[in-house]
């Protein structure tokens, strides 16, 4: 069964500090992985999307990385402003077989707090 | 990219009523999807919307309690029906941008979500 493991759950951190959140996936074929921000009352905002042979890609201050052999991914937020308060949910693309279509996998997210 | 909008944004519904959200994207999409992200939870699939033939749905989710339009290519409704208090969640309208050229990863792109709350 495909699944996407977050941790930690929450987190609370102060202003200008730095954070990483981890996920572990267990998704076959996997095509893709995914964080994305979702503020509260909003939809989900991508931030980075991950192939198989990329290790490490960054959108600003948030920068992910996967090990495709160990199944894991991280979100690391640098100097983390007030407004980065936010659920970041990972999410795993698996390939279906013939083509275009693909399933995506959510994981339950990190919500993280910035205090000032 | 692609910018969607719901409505309506949040409702209060009675027991028993049906609600129908309405989903609108700025640009012709052949894949669009509606989820269910109930408190505390990850986001779940309900369906995949058709342009003109019955919507997919997902194990758990059956037409009749969510019925789903898409007369065209932009546009697509969710119906929740005979609701009761489990049905308290957001729904969120989705869509699917796949890349040919050059080619990359496909993209989803997320409504703003409608918070529904039955009393």
């Known amino acids: 069964k495909n699944q996407v493991e977050q941790s930690p759950q929450s987190l609370i951190i102060l202003e200008g500090k730095n954070c990483t959140l981890q996920?572990?996936?267990?998704?076959?074929?996997?095509?893709?992985l995914r964080w994305y921000k979702q503020d509260t009352g909003r939809g989900p905002v991508s931030l980075t999307i991950?192939?198989?042979?990329?290790n490490t890609k960054s959108n600003g201050r948030y920068t992910a990385t996967l090990d495709a052999d160990t199944k894991q991914s991280s979100l690391h937020i640098t100097a983390s402003q007030l407004s980065d308060s936010a659920s970041y949910i990972c999410?795993?693309?698996?390939?279906?077989?013939?083509?275009?279509?693909?399933?995506?996998?959510f994981g339950k997210g990190t919500l993280l707090t910035v205090n000032p | 990219s692609a910018v969607i909008s719901q409505k309506p944004s949040r409702d209060i519904c009675q027991r028993g009523t049906s609600l129908t959200i309405q989903c609108q994207v700025d640009?012709?999409?052949?894949?669009m999807f509606w989820y269910r992200q109930q408190p505390g939870q990850s986001l779940t699939l309900i369906a995949t919307?058709?342009?003109?033939?019955?919507?997919?749905?997902e194990s758990g989710f059956v037409i009749d309690k969510f019925p789903i339009s898409r007369p065209n290519l932009t546009f697509s409704t969710l119906t929740v029906s005979n609701m009761s208090p489990e049905d308290s969640s957001i729904y969120l309208c989705?869509?699917?941008?796949?890349?040919?050229?050059?080619?990359?990863?496909?993209?989803?792109?997320f409504g703003p979500g409608t918070r529904l709350t039955v009393l």
């Open positions: 989705s869509v699917g941008v796949v890349w040919r050229l050059p080619p990359r990863p496909d993209t989803q792109y």
């Open positions: 996920c572990n996936y267990t998704v076959s074929p996997f095509s893709n």
């Open positions: 991950m192939t198989f042979s990329e």
């Open positions: 999410v795993v693309s698996a390939r279906s077989s013939g083509g275009s279509n693909y399933k995506l996998t």
């Open positions: 640009s012709q999409v052949t894949m």
């Open positions: 919307a058709n342009q003109g033939s019955e919507a997919t749905y």
